[in-house]
């Protein structure tokens, strides 16, 4: 009876541990931007969870972009939490680290609606509109984002499905479509890997396709309209343009 005691207490002490570790489980992921062929930025995102059992999301960014004469560097931080289970956004901040390093703007959702503070040269205004279905933050220069939406498609349902993509930096919501295309295997620099497919509408604004892997994380992300390409680092090509 003793030794079927130490056994199961050693089990049960071992399922801890392991549940532990599933908890503490901690993702991180690298991007490489490019403009018009040619690598421009890169943004690497770290995910882990929180206190909560939500799930936070911090990320750093820099992007160079030129426009004949001169380049200007842009880079900033972000960090959003998700609660539990639904991944639905609960707050959101970004913050400049060139430039006006003042500047930034925060979002919090909580009792149907979205309220939003920016901050830019030294002054701050606030905004807040009522919370949409299916809302989402998908945010300009912020790619690791398309993970959150992807996961919200419903595959059973499939076609076009719509969102609410509330964009903080203009303090309002657009709407988001997105449609599964199929799957393909897509050349990366040691073979191909297996990806979904969707097409991203900023509905009346662009047109993108994303490529997921088979855990649902972003691959690689197609802009045509801004001669934008983000591919995961990991996957790039050894002789990217310079």
Same mark, same amino acid.
């Given at each position: 009876m003793k030794a079927a005691f130490c056994l199961w207490l050693g089990l049960l002490i071992f399922a801890n541990l392991a549940n532990? !570790? *599933?908890?503490?489980? =901690?993702?991180?992921?690298?991007? $490489?931007?490019?403009?018009?062929?040619?690598?421009? !930025?890169? *943004?690497?995102?770290?995910?882990?969870? +929180?206190?909560?059992?939500?799930?936070?999301?911090?990320s750093?960014?820099?992007?160079?972009?030129?426009? +004949?004469?001169?380049?200007?560097?842009?880079?900033?931080?972000?960090?959003?939490?998700?609660?539990? !289970? $639904?991944?639905?956004?609960?707050t959101?901040?970004?913050?400049?680290? $060139? !430039?006006?390093? +003042?500047?930034s703007y925060d979002v919090v959702i909580k009792d149907a609606q979205i309220f939003r503070t920016l901050n830019r040269g030294g002054r701050s205004s606030e905004t807040a509109i009522p919370l949409q279905p299916n809302t989402i933050i998908l945010d300009v220069n912020v790619?690791?984002?398309?993970?959150?939406?992807?996961?919200?498609? %419903?595959?059973?349902k499939g076609g076009r499905q719509l969102f609410s993509d509330f964009v903080p930096v203009v303090g309002n919501d657009i709407p988001l479509a997105l449609t599964f295309i199929g799957n393909e295997n897509l050349a990366v620099k040691d073979g191909s890997i297996p990806v979904k497919n969707y097409k991203v509408e900023? =509905?009346?604004?662009? $047109?993108?396709?994303?490529?997921?892997?088979? %855990? +649902?994380?972003?691959?690689?992300?197609?802009?045509?309209?801004? %001669?934008?390409? =983000?591919v995961r680092k990991d996957l790039?090509? %050894?002789n990217p343009k310079n």
């Open positions: 532990a !570790g *599933e908890t503490q489980s =901690v993702y991180t992921q690298s991007y $490489t931007i490019l403009l018009k062929g040619s690598v421009a !930025g890169s *943004e690497t995102v770290t995910e882990k969870p +929180g206190d909560a059992g939500d799930l936070v999301a911090t750093d960014h820099e992007i160079f972009v030129t426009d +004949g004469l001169q380049t200007k560097r842009m880079a900033f931080s972000t960090k959003m939490v998700l609660s539990k !289970g $639904t991944l639905a956004p609960v959101y901040a970004y913050r400049y680290t $060139t !430039g006006n390093t +003042g500047d790619y690791h984002q398309y993970d959150y939406l992807i996961r919200k498609y %419903d595959t059973k900023f =509905v009346g604004i662009f $047109t993108g396709t994303a490529s997921m892997d088979k %855990d +649902g994380r972003l691959v690689h992300l197609l802009i045509p309209a801004q %001669d934008l390409e =983000v790039l090509s %050894d």
